[in-house]
């Protein structure tokens, strides 16, 4: 997984506030995955990006989340009005447009107070 | 429910010996990859196995599939306390590049 850098690893924001998860794929790796997970759970899906464009956002709630992707700079997960329940590790991964294996990052882990 | 499932949820075992871990799936994939994820890490992609692909080998790991009971095996032999850390399998579905849909994982502890 090295190559895929996340930043910060660690945040902590009160009810209420806003998160914003960054995530820099390796050179020529233009598609990113948004991953969630939950203590002792595996895990889950939530946004497939490719450089300005949301492929598939099957995965992600409804209100209050959204990701990007732009052309410059890196893909940005961001929850606004955090709650408890958004405390959970978020991963990014990565792929090159000729192979299938995704390339995760060290994560991001979300602590709402 | 869980696309794929992992089994055993735990296992501990001795430097030196294997140790198998099972994967369970529902529904027909395009690939199946495993992972392994040191606590409070990010993952690590171990090995890819495609759906009309039954075995694959990487060093110490033999990946195994059979899309006719829709299961995987995950086989590390002579195991080292580096080992240790939790695996999962993730399925990837449809058409390559969709997202990879994981296990709860199995935790494997290897003591010296």
């Known amino acids: 997984n090295a190559g895929v850098m996340q930043n910060p690893r660690h945040l902590v924001r009160r009810r209420g506030q806003e998160a914003r998860l960054r995530c820099s794929p390796m050179k020529g790796h233009s598609h990113v995955y948004w991953y969630r997970q939950l203590p002792e759970e595996g895990l889950k899906f939530m946004v497939y990006l490719q450089k300005e464009n949301i492929i598939d956002e099957s995965g992600m709630p409804k209100e209050r989340f959204s990701a990007e992707f732009p052309k410059e700079g890196p893909s940005i997960l961001r929850i606004q009005q955090v709650v408890r329940g958004d405390s959970a590790a978020y991963f990014c991964?990565?792929?090159?447009?000729?192979?299938?294996?995704?390339?995760f990052g060290p994560g991001t882990r979300l602590t709402v107070l | 429910s869980q696309q794929g499932e992992e089994d055993p949820q735990a296992l501990s075992i001795q430097e030196g010996e294997n140790a198998t871990m099972n994967c369970s799936y529902k529904t027909s994939i395009n690939n199946l990859q495993w992972y392994r994820q040191n606590s409070g890490r990010g993952l690590v992609h171990l090995i890819l196995?495609?759906?009309?692909?039954r075995e694959k080998h990487s060093g110490r790991l033999r990946v195994t599939l059979d899309t006719s009971k829709k299961s995987s095996s995950l086989l590390i032999t002579a195991s080292r306390a580096a080992d240790t850390a939790s695996y999962f399998c993730?399925?990837?579905?449809?058409?390559?590049?969709?997202?990879?849909?994981f296990g709860k994982g199995t935790t494997l502890s290897v003591s010296s």
């Open positions: 991964a990565a792929r090159g447009g000729s192979t299938d294996t995704q390339y």
């Open positions: 196995i495609r759906s009309n692909e």
């Open positions: 993730a399925t990837a579905l449809g058409q390559a590049g969709t997202a990879l849909i």
